[in-house]
């Protein structure tokens, strides 16, 4: 008998976690319904998302455009360059301080937008002009705080270091404007040879 009782024991302890009708329900609720509804969403949110090629192909075609246009410019926008190389003319004149100041540096010294100092406040410029016109010039090419750095865009090095000097002399800075480097280094040459005859 005692063998009996124990398999009775036995049987009650393997049996598994649903123990009534209502708790079958439930199991079979959460085991087909809810990923039913997981999978909804994440088809949903996967068809919703922001196609970058999407764009131009409805741009050509409510134009009024052709479904070949559209495909071509989606392959030409997704092949399009890295990058680019800009010849520039190495003869042109350099562009003043004043001038480089007005198209590129005017957005930001202009109002102190971001910490910038504003242009003509000596009291802003101050401690910067003491640190020297190169580390000025260093600053405004490689960027400083929430200053982009101005180095390799639309003015050449000698013309964004005018544009320093610019803004320096109007905070009380006694600067000089730079030259153009080649210009100078043959008027150095000029010189030396004059003393050499």
Not at 46 to 60: M, N, Y
């Amino acid at each position: 008998m005692s063998n009996l009782a124990q398999g009775h024991a036995d049987d009650g302890a393997h049996t598994g976690p649903i123990k009534n009708p209502k708790q079958l329900l439930v199991a079979v609720f959460f085991s087909f319904v809810v990923p039913i509804f997981v999978i909804i969403g994440l088809v949903y949110f996967v068809v919703s998302a922001v196609k970058p090629s999407g764009s131009g192909d409805a741009s050509v075609m409510a134009l009024g455009g052709t479904t070949e246009q559209s495909l071509a410019q989606g392959v030409a926008t997704r092949l399009q360059k890295v990058g680019m190389v800009e010849i520039r003319d190495a003869n042109r004149e350099l562009a003043g301080g004043e001038q480089v100041y007005k198209t590129q540096c005017a957005a930001c010294h202009a109002a102190g937008v971001a910490g910038a100092p504003k242009f003509g406040d000596a009291a802003a410029w101050g401690a910067r002009i003491a640190t020297g016109f190169e580390a000025l010039v260093q600053s405004a090419l490689k960027g400083k705080g929430a200053m982009a750095p101005q180095g390799g865009g639309d003015f050449e090095d000698t013309e964004i270091a005018r544009a320093v000097a610019f803004m320096a002399n109007a905070g009380g800075g006694k600067f000089a404007e730079p030259a153009k480097p080649a210009a100078s280094a043959a008027e150095g040459a000029a010189p030396a040879e004059a003393a050499a005859k």
